[in-house]
């Protein structure tokens, strides 16, 4: 049985906080591709992964991504995720006005060895809207 990624998947959540997205290159596998399942950015591979944080981290003032819950089989993840902050930029489209944010997602990761390979995201994108007065 593989050993549990959770530590690892902690480590680049941890990086995201940080705003160290140096610490992501070495565990973004040759190849990597996102798969957005609400359309909301388009799919991304390689080094586009960094720029999609730092849009989040820039549309949300003091960006804070949790770990809620991994579920773990073979090489694959599923981690719940939340994502708190002050909406004062774009995120996923809907423009912020300072209110506080609270967005809640799941994340299923396919990986080879240590690097990620492929990840499947769904967000609530409808909750962003709703709490900026949208919807």
């Known amino acids: ?3 549990s990624r959770r530590p690892l998947m902690q480590e680049l959540i941890d990086a995201i906080n940080e705003g160290d997205l140096a610490k992501l290159a070495p565990h973004i596998a040759p190849g990597f591709t996102r798969h957005d399942l609400v ?3 388009p799919e991304l591979g390689g080094s586009q992964v960094t720029d999609f ?4 981290r820039a549309g949300v003032e003091g960006l804070h991504l949790s770990i809620d819950h991994v579920i773990e089989s073979g090489d694959e993840a599923a981690v719940w995720l939340t994502l ?4 004062t930029g774009s995120v996923f489209g809907v ?3 300072g209110q506080p944010i609270e967005v809640h997602g799941v994340n299923r990761y396919r990986f080879d ?3 990620i390979a492929e990840t499947w995201q769904l967000w609530d994108v409808y909750g962003v809207v709703t709490a900026s007065g949208g919807g």
């Open 95 to 97: 423009q912020g006005k």
């Open 39 to 41: 359309h909301a950015y």
């Open 113 to 115: 060895g240590e690097q």
């Open 84 to 87: 708190r902050g002050k909406h």
């Open 53 to 56: 944080i730092q849009s989040l």
């Open 1 to 3: 049985m593989a050993a």
